[in-house]
């Protein structure tokens, strides 16, 4: 299939600060491809380049087969974005900020409605309520009916789903699911891991780095090592320093209430049996298989440790 | 054409929507005018003068007879101590003092110069610069009588009334503050709140987003012009003599300069904060060299040459020469020339340091 963006060897610094290194990445139609950082990875620069608002220092992104450097004019009528934080007009109305970004591109609420339908139903009962007074997840849905308005071919999202509430944030990934099956390429990008599992492909991003690039499920099931996940009665965090020292766990990171340590699938039962006899009060779940997140602070660990050797 | 509609509806829509800001839109000028014409009045009624008179000639007192006859004075003492005066003026009893030198009359008969002294107290400089001002326009008229050249810039204001004098120069202030405060604020907003970016993803040109950002704010600044001048005129009863189209004609390619400078401080300010922080120093410093409260004339050199490039002193001037002197066009072109000039300046200086492309 052909993709609707690419990108090669994308590099960006800010002064001595290296945003961006040599990113390579495509995305075809209709697919929702997703970028997982922590704050600061790289995920707003790369996502600034890719429409237009930034410039890159080396390397060439195409988004429909148009350069983002040279086209960017014709870019902007094709792409939507939302930016990481609300970035609408707050003393306009919801209907009056659809229509002033349907106008600017020279389009109506009319004529590309089917698109936003099903988001636009939710909305429609505050239409006359100002933007500002809207909720968090209903002000998120506005800018995502204002990002969809003029039908664009490929939708950009900056941490859409950042702090909104957690049903909220389902929805809102079902409406990108509708948006997507109008072969409208969406790129996400988050800081929770969870939501991978949400995208057709994920890229892990860290220091302006892509650590892996995949479907989630490949991703899982690549992961090359295997995980312990146990509960203890005790102080969690001396815990978690004391199996950090253990040469045979690779990675050991707090999640809620449990503790996930990783280790060559060979010496799992080796492991799992040494921790017990050298701990009290410690509880094993049951067998399960490594979650995308997992393996998403492996790597990030792994790579980590690279940096830092 | 059509891009630049939109924004233009979309930027009235949320000015109207801002009541706080619609009702300082129209409370300013009415509060400025009334408070700042009354309270920049330097206008003395009872001004209190001794005089010397060294010469006691007939000119000498024909000159002592028009001071004596004129209401705004009050001759209080005609006496050739000069101690004792100065101490008078020491202790405020009178506000100058008018020392006619021997030898005046025969001095100006033998087409010399005529030497008169006025001493006055400069502690209150205002006070000291109204009297003198008014002091030399009493000479003048004399020595206009006796065909004798003397000089006084009260010529076009001869009822010496100081409101005439302050309300076209408020005037100008009040439109300097919309179009540099107004402008440097409503774009800086969008920057902050983050609808800058939002709109730089669309296919809006940067002129198209420039002109929709100072097209209202030349508009708010004409409704708020005209709003001054009719109470200027209705309420102050001030003179207008030119013609009031000419007025208009440099007040819009004075908000071209104004709005130029709006623009630029929004282009190096980050938040509504610096914006406000900059405008203000501006302003601040525009107004201390525009000529409104201390004269340009009595200004030393340095800040004499400053005031060439302050776009308030010509406007200004033009105001006043308009409304009071009832000057045209011919009279004018100079700083209609410098305004332009000035305008294309600082447009281009903010429209290439504006980044959007």
């Given at each position: 299939?052909?993709?609707?963006?690419?990108?090669?060897?994308?590099?960006?610094?800010?002064?001595?600060?290296?945003?961006?290194?040599?990113?390579?990445?495509?995305?075809?139609?209709?697919?929702?491809?997703?970028?997982?950082?922590?704050?600061?990875?790289?995920?707003?620069?790369?996502?600034?380049?890719?429409?237009?608002?930034?410039?890159?220092?080396?390397?060439?992104?195409?988004?429909?087969?148009?350069?983002?450097?040279?086209?960017?004019?014709?870019?902007?009528?094709?792409?939507?974005?939302?930016?990481?934080?609300?970035?609408?007009?707050?003393?306009?109305?919801?209907?009056?900020?659809?229509?002033?970004?349907?106008?600017?591109?020279?389009?109506?609420?009319?004529?590309?409605?089917?698109?936003?339908?099903?988001?636009?139903?939710?909305?429609?009962?505050?239409?006359?309520?100002?933007?500002?007074?809207?909720?968090?997840?209903?002000?998120?849905?506005?800018?995502?009916?204002?990002?969809?308005?003029?039908?664009?071919?490929?939708?950009?999202?900056?941490?859409?789903?950042?702090?909104?509430?957690?049903?909220?944030?389902?929805?809102?990934?079902?409406?990108?699911?509708?948006?997507?099956?109008?072969?409208?390429?969406?790129?996400?990008?988050?800081?929770?891991?969870?939501?991978?599992?949400?995208?057709?492909?994920?890229?892990?991003?860290?220091?302006?780095?892509?650590?892996?690039?995949?479907?989630?499920?490949?991703?899982?099931?690549?992961?090359?090592?295997?995980?312990?996940?146990?509960?203890?009665?005790?102080?969690?965090?001396?815990?978690?320093?004391?199996?950090?020292?253990?040469?045979?766990?690779?990675?050991?990171?707090?999640?809620?209430?449990?503790?996930?340590?990783?280790?060559?699938?060979?010496?799992?039962?080796?492991?799992?049996?040494?921790?017990?006899?050298?701990?009290?009060?410690?509880?094993?779940?049951?067998?399960?298989?490594?979650?995308?997140?997992?393996?998403?602070?492996?790597?990030?660990?792994?790579?980590?440790?690279?940096?830092?050797? | 054409?059509?891009?630049?509609?939109?924004?233009?509806?979309?930027?009235?829509?949320?000015?109207?929507?801002?009541?706080?800001?619609?009702?300082?839109?129209?409370?300013?000028?009415?509060?400025?005018?009334?408070?700042?014409?009354?309270?920049?009045?330097?206008?003395?009624?009872?001004?209190?003068?001794?005089?010397?008179?060294?010469?006691?000639?007939?000119?000498?007192?024909?000159?002592?007879?028009?001071?004596?006859?004129?209401?705004?004075?009050?001759?209080?003492?005609?006496?050739?101590?000069?101690?004792?005066?100065?101490?008078?003026?020491?202790?405020?009893?009178?506000?100058a003092i008018i020392a006619i030198e021997a030898g005046f009359e025969k001095n100006l008969q033998q087409d010399r110069t005529?030497?008169?002294?006025?001493?006055?107290?400069?502690?209150?400089?205002?006070?000291?610069?109204?009297?003198?001002?008014?002091?030399?326009?009493?000479?003048?008229?004399?020595?206009?009588?006796?065909?004798?050249?003397?000089?006084?810039?009260?010529?076009?204001?001869?009822?010496?009334?100081?409101?005439?004098?302050?309300?076209?120069?408020?005037?100008?202030?009040?439109?300097?503050?919309?179009?540099?405060?107004?402008?440097?604020?409503?774009?800086?907003?969008?920057?902050?709140?983050?609808?800058?970016?939002?709109?730089?993803?669309?296919?809006?040109?940067?002129?198209?987003?420039?002109?929709?950002?100072?097209?209202?704010?030349?508009?708010?600044?004409?409704?708020?012009?005209?709003?001054?001048?009719?109470?200027?005129?209705?309420?102050?009863?001030?003179?207008?003599?030119?013609?009031?189209?000419?007025?208009?004609?440099?007040?819009?390619?004075?908000?071209?300069?104004?709005?130029?400078?709006?623009?630029?401080?929004?282009?190096?300010?980050?938040?509504?904060?610096?914006?406000?922080?900059?405008?203000?120093?501006?302003?601040?410093?525009?107004?201390?060299?525009?000529?409104?409260?201390?004269?340009?004339?009595?200004?030393?050199?340095?800040?004499?040459?400053?005031?060439?490039?302050?776009?308030?002193?010509?406007?200004?001037?033009?105001?006043?020469?308009?409304?009071?002197?009832?000057?045209?066009?011919?009279?004018?072109?100079?700083?209609?020339?410098?305004?332009?000039?000035?305008?294309?300046?600082?447009?281009?200086?903010?429209?290439?340091?504006?980044?959007?492309?």
């Open positions: 299939m052909e993709n609707n963006i690419r990108a090669a060897g994308i590099s960006k610094s800010f002064g001595s600060q290296v945003a961006l290194q040599e990113l390579d990445f495509a995305a075809a139609p209709g697919e929702i491809f997703g970028f997982i950082g922590a704050d600061g990875a790289g995920k707003t620069t790369l996502f600034k380049i890719l429409t237009t608002l930034l410039r890159q220092d080396a390397g060439k992104a195409e988004v429909c087969g148009l350069d983002t450097d040279k086209d960017f004019r014709e870019i902007r009528r094709i792409i939507g974005y939302m930016a990481g934080r609300f970035s609408l007009y707050g003393d306009l109305s919801v209907e009056e900020n659809l229509k002033f970004f349907a106008q600017v591109f020279d389009s109506t609420l009319q004529e590309n409605y089917e698109l936003i339908r099903d988001i636009y139903v939710l909305l429609e009962p505050f239409k006359k309520r100002r933007a500002a007074d809207l909720s968090g997840g209903m002000k998120q849905k506005l800018a995502l009916c204002c990002a969809l308005i003029h039908k664009p071919k490929v939708l950009v999202l900056d941490e859409p789903t950042t702090g909104v509430d957690p049903v909220s944030r389902r929805e809102f990934w079902d409406n990108l699911k509708t948006v997507a099956a109008e072969g409208i390429t969406t790129l996400v990008a988050t800081p929770y891991m969870d939501e991978a599992m949400q995208c057709d492909r994920v890229a892990l991003l860290q220091e302006g780095r892509i650590l892996q690039i995949d479907r989630p499920a490949q991703i899982i099931a690549d992961f090359p090592k295997a995980v312990i996940i146990l509960k203890t009665e005790h102080n969690r965090n001396q815990l978690i320093r004391k199996l950090r020292k253990l040469p045979e766990a690779e990675s050991v990171f707090s999640f809620g209430e449990t503790i996930h340590v990783t280790c060559e699938p060979a010496i799992k039962g080796k492991l799992t049996a040494a921790i017990a006899a050298a701990e009290s009060g410690i509880s094993f779940q049951p067998e399960q298989a490594a979650g995308i997140e997992d393996c998403f602070l492996y790597y990030m660990q792994r790579a980590d440790g690279r940096e830092n050797n | 054409m059509r891009t630049i509609l939109i924004i233009l509806k979309k930027e009235f829509r949320q000015i109207f929507r801002s009541r706080p800001m619609l009702l300082v839109i129209l409370a300013m000028p009415v509060i400025q005018l009334l408070i700042l014409s009354n309270a920049a009045d330097y206008e003395i009624k009872q001004l209190r003068l001794a005089i010397e008179d060294f010469d006691k000639s007939r000119l000498s007192a024909e000159l002592i007879e028009d001071f004596t006859f004129n209401e705004w004075f009050e001759l209080t003492a005609l006496d050739l101590n000069q101690e004792k005066n100065d101490e008078l003026l020491a202790k405020d009893e009178v506000e005529g030497n008169i002294q006025i001493r006055l107290n400069a502690i209150d400089g205002a006070t000291a610069e109204v009297a003198a001002s008014y002091i030399a326009g009493v000479i003048n008229k004399w020595a206009v009588q006796e065909q004798k050249q003397v000089r006084s810039r009260y010529l076009y204001n001869p009822e010496l009334n100081y409101k005439s004098y302050m309300v076209p120069g408020i005037l100008v202030m009040l439109v300097s503050v919309i179009g540099i405060i107004l402008t440097a604020l409503n774009i800086v907003r969008e920057k902050e709140i983050g609808t800058q970016e939002q709109i730089n993803v669309t296919p809006i040109r940067k002129y198209e987003y420039i002109l929709g950002k100072l097209i209202p704010m030349l508009i708010i600044g004409i409704v708020e012009f005209s709003l001054g001048l009719i109470l200027a005129i209705v309420v102050f009863g001030v003179p207008h003599l030119g013609n009031i189209l000419l007025l208009y004609v440099y007040l819009f390619f004075y908000l071209v300069v104004m709005c130029g400078i709006g623009l630029f401080i929004s282009t190096v300010a980050g938040n509504q904060q610096q914006a406000l922080f900059l405008a203000f120093f501006m302003m601040m410093i525009f107004l201390f060299l525009s000529g409104l409260f201390a004269p340009i004339e009595s200004m030393p050199d340095w800040a004499k040459v400053m005031t060439k490039f302050v776009p308030l002193s010509y406007f200004i001037r033009v105001m006043r020469s308009i409304m009071l002197k009832g000057s045209g066009f011919l009279e004018l072109q100079m700083e209609l020339v410098v305004l332009i000039v000035m305008g294309i300046i600082m447009q281009t200086i903010a429209v290439l340091n504006y980044r959007k492309r």
